[in-house]
């Protein structure tokens, strides 16, 4: 059975800290790996991985693969409070398998 | 451009009353999907829809659950009956014509309780 695991499950720091989302992943016919973010209830689309070691960036955020490992992480360098929210990682088999998600909480 | 909208937002029933969701795809996106996401879980796909056809349903508990898409638009997705484990969000998603490497735009979401 396909399983995307997150960790750590729950995250708070302050202000100005960076930090780092995991996702392994177990998913058969392996297409690529995305992540979003949940602000209250709708996912937003943050990046889409499919190459192993190109990192991509949207400004603070970065995000890179490695399917060696079946792994991927998203930094986030500088957090900001409006980045509290809860980051889902799914791997996409010709479906979206969803991991648990980090909720991340930065505090002032 | 409108993004996908979901309606109602929220809906609170009694066990074992029937419930139906709506769900108005992005315009031109012929992929409509319908995600489950319990309280502290990730979205769990129920049902693919590809045009009016329906491309995977494997997770669809389908002696309660139903879905279709007239006209491959608008999509409609019903529970009957109601049980207290169906208490969850459930979203709407599309994509343009669901192949690879194409992102899925999701709604806000109708949550749903269930007493």
């Known amino acids: 059975e396909d399983k995307v695991v997150q960790s750590p499950l729950s995250l708070v720091v302050h202000e100005g800290d960076t930090v780092t989302l995991n996702c392994s992943y177990e998913?058969?016919?392996?297409?690529?790996l995305l992540w979003y973010k949940q602000e209250k209830k709708a996912p937003t689309f943050l990046f889409m991985l499919t190459s192993s070691g190109i990192e991509k960036k949207s400004g603070r955020l970065s995000s890179i693969l490695d399917k060696k490992e079946l792994s991927s992480i998203l930094n986030i360098t500088a957090t900001q409070t409006g980045d509290s929210a809860i980051y889902l990682c799914?791997?996409?088999?010709?479906?979206?398998?969803f991991g648990k998600g980090t909720k991340l909480t930065v505090n002032p | 451009e409108a993004g996908v909208a979901q309606s109602p937002r929220y809906k609170i029933i009694e066990k074992r009353q029937s419930v139906a969701f709506w769900c108005n795809p992005i315009s031109g996106h012929a992929t409509l999907y319908w995600y489950q996401q319990i309280l502290g879980q990730g979205p769990k796909l129920l049902i693919q829809?590809?045009?009016?056809?329906?491309?995977?349903d494997s997770q669809l508990p389908k002696d309660r659950f139903s879905a279709e898409r007239l006209k491959g638009v608008d999509s409609t997705l019903k529970i009957q009956p109601a049980k207290l484990e169906d208490s969850a969000v459930y979203l709407c998603?599309?994509?343009?014509?669901?192949?690879?490497?194409?992102?899925?735009?999701f709604g806000p979401g109708t949550r749903l309780l269930v007493l």
């Open positions: 998913v058969t016919n392996f297409r690529s």
């Open positions: 829809f590809q045009n009016n056809g329906v491309v995977d």
């Open positions: 799914a791997g996409d088999s010709e479906k979206l398998v």
């Open positions: 998603a599309s994509s343009l014509s669901g192949s690879y490497q194409e992102t899925q735009y």
